[in-house]
């Protein structure tokens, strides 16, 4: 366990800064290298540490290109959809504009994050505000939503 865990503290940032360069979205990146580690921690026991970094990055890459070849996957699948033929509100979205308790920020933060499946940098990006800012509205809109749904259980 010693091993992993200075391996982790001497090469998580660089695996990390390699996956953004490889996937260019801060939270596939997370995953990416989350996984990375993952891999270490199973196979540390056969490795020559020596060899570790250049390990490290070829597992990331290997995830990288696994990312994206489930991407291209995906997208061929949402293009053989048909388009939709009226528009239609999901439940969630339906919940999220109909709540008293959420202000209109809140309500386009959820909104963009959980039903549009955006990221918080996307998000900040079109409403206008920080990162960081995203992020405090999306955590006090769920304790908000907490918070009703407390009011109306039985």
Same mark, same amino acid.
């Given at each position: 366990?010693? !091993?992993?865990? +200075? ?22 990146a +997370?995953?990416? =290298?989350? %996984? ?7 196979? $540390?026991?056969?490795? !020559?540490?020596s ?22 996957? +995906?997208?061929?699948?949402?293009? =053989?959809?048909?388009?939709? %033929? =009226?528009?239609?509100?999901?439940? @969630? ?6 709540? #008293? ?7 386009a933060?959820? $909104? ?10 996307? $998000? ?6 920080? !990162?960081?800012?995203? #992020?405090?509205? @999306? ?5 908000l939503?907490?918070? +009703?749904?407390?009011? #109306?259980?039985?």
């Amino acid at each position: 366990m010693k !091993d992993f865990d +200075e391996a982790y503290a001497k090469h998580a940032d660089a695996v990390f800064r390699y996956a953004l360069r490889l996937v260019g979205r801060r939270d596939e990146a +997370e995953d990416l =290298t989350s %996984e990375t580690f993952l891999a270490l921690h199973r196979n $540390i026991a056969g490795l !020559d540490l020596s060899q570790l970094p250049g390990w490290l990055f070829a597992v990331a890459r290997n995830k990288a290109m696994d990312y994206w070849r489930h991407s291209k996957v +995906e997208a061929r699948y949402l293009d =053989t959809l048909p388009p939709p %033929e =009226t528009t239609w509100s999901p439940p @969630l979205q339906m919940w999220l504009s109909e709540s #008293k308790a959420l202000k209109p920020i809140h309500r386009a933060c959820l $909104i963009l994050r959980y039903v549009h499946g955006m990221t918080r940098e996307e $998000i900040g990006g079109q409403l206008g505000i920080s !990162d960081v800012q995203v #992020k405090g509205h @999306l955590q006090y809109a769920r304790a908000l939503l907490r918070a +009703e749904m407390e009011r #109306k259980a039985p």
